[in-house]
Structures are given as structure tokens and as C-alpha cells.
């Protein structure tokens, strides 16, 4: 059972969007619809903002958005803003256990 | 309001055992959830640890299962983790969550975290 794996950094300015990918493998992305995205702001807890693929929990801005193809899932940030600086983790079900990211760093120039 | 809380001691010795209580509050861990432990190693991503639902089943992730123990203390609302034969790869921010089984899968709340330092 391996991480899923994500770009280390993606960054944009304000207004902009960016997109974060999230690759695993046939037996966890590519089989459930089961991938939640967590937003960790340095030294706090990880925070839900997206479940199921592309659920959003109430409280979370409508410019987070999820989708999945094949083995890939993705994290779509629309309209960035300073507060959205911090770093992301997929997670995904794989039959069983359940498989985290590597982690992305999202920098708001 | 759903709240968790890890506690326990925050340095274990190498080759020990380290153990973590996450207390609940707001629900009953009776219900139909499943009851979550993630570490994060400093400076390193999230790593899924195991879990335990409300009829007591375990699962765990298969790199740490041969050392993990999870249960849990109904009458006092508590899930409890134990890792054996600690090295200090095993230090971390150990997070306990709550895992929704209806209404989605998603780990959510999380409890502020602890930190454990394994060294002697």
C-alpha cells in the first residue's frame, strides 16, 4: 500500500485557479468513489473540504471542487485567495485500509 | 458539537510501547462510526494508522499491523491506541478522527493532535 501521489507544490496569484492531482492505482483511486481532500494550515489539524469525489461539506467555500478520472483524482481551487495557502492531502479508501497523499504545498503569490 | 481529544505521554523510550487515548464528546462512540488514528511524522504528509467501529472491528494499515492495537472504552467514550517496539520513525503528530460511514465517507472531526517523540 503506497502514498498517492501528488505535484509537492502548485502555486498561483490571487483570482487564479489551480488544480492539484492525486494518481494511485487501480486498487484504491481507480475503484471508490471514496476520496476526501483535507486542507492543514502549519501546526493545526487537517480540515475536511472534500468527500465522495466531490461533496462539499457545509462551510466550505463553492470555489473548492473535486472530480476523478480513471486513477486520478483532482482538487480544483477556483478564484484564490490568501487564506487558501496551506497544504492539501487526497485520501482515498483502497478495500480495507485507507491511503493518504503525499502532500501538496499550495503557495498564493 | 463533535469534539476529540488525543492525550498520553509525548516521549516513549525506543523499544517501548506508545500509548494515546482519544476522548470523545458530542456523540456516542456506540454509534455507527468508525473511530480513526492518523500520525504525521514532522515535516512529512499524513499517514492512515487503523481504526475501530462501533461493534469493536479493527483495521489497520498492513505496514504497522503487526504493532497496532486499537479499542475502545465505551463507558468512558474513548478509543485507544497502542504501537509496539517504537523506533524513532515512529515519531509523529498522532491525530485521532472520526470516520462517517452514512452521510459519506470522510474523516471529519479530527482532534488538535499530539505530539509523540520517541528517543531515549
Known amino acids: 500500500q503506497s502514498a498517492l501521489t501528488q505535484p509537492r507544490s502548485v502555486s498561483g496569484s490571487p483570482g487564479q485557479s489551480v488544480t492539484i492531482s492525486c494518481t494511485g492505482t487501480s486498487s484504491d483511486v481507480g475503484s471508490y468513489n471514496y476520496i476526501s481532500w483535507y486542507q492543514q494550515h502549519p501546526g493545526k489539524a487537517p480540515k475536511l473540504m472534500i468527500y465522495d469525489v466531490s461533496k462539499r461539506p457545509s462551510g466550505v467555500p463553492d470555489r473548492f471542487s473535486g472530480s476523478k478520472s480513471a486513477n486520478t483524482a483532482s482538487l480544483t481551487i477556483s478564484g484564490l485567495q490568501a487564506e487558501d495557502d496551506a497544504d492539501y492531502y487526497c485520501c482515498s479508501y483502497a478495500g480495507g485500509p485507507w491511503v493518504f497523499g503525499t502532500g501538496t504545498k499550495v503557495t498564493v503569490l | 458539537q463533535v469534539q476529540l481529544q488525543e492525550s498520553g505521554p509525548g516521549l516513549v523510550k525506543p523499544s517501548g510501547t506508545l500509548s494515546l487515548t482519544c476522548t470523545v464528546s458530542?456523540?456516542?462512540?456506540?454509534?455507527?462510526?468508525?473511530w480513526s488514528w492518523v500520525r504525521q511524522p514532522p515535516g512529512k504528509g499524513l499517514e492512515w494508522i487503523g481504526e475501530?467501529?462501533?461493534?469493536?472491528?479493527?483495521t489497520y494499515n498492513p505496514s504497522l499491523k503487526s504493532r497496532v492495537t486499537i479499542s475502545a472504552d465505551k463507558s468512558k467514550n474513548q478509543f485507544s491506541l497502542k504501537l509496539s517496539y517504537v523506533t524513532a520513525a515512529d515519531t509523529a503528530v498522532y491525530y485521532c478522527?472520526?470516520?462517517?460511514?452514512?452521510?459519506?465517507?470522510?474523516?471529519?472531526?479530527w482532534g488538535q493532535g499530539t505530539l509523540v517523540t520517541v528517543s531515549s
Open positions: 458530542g456523540v456516542s462512540i456506540s454509534t455507527h462510526r468508525y
Open positions: 478522527a472520526m470516520r462517517w460511514v452514512q452521510l459519506g465517507r470522510k474523516f471529519d472531526p
Open positions: 475501530i467501529n462501533d461493534g469493536d472491528h479493527t
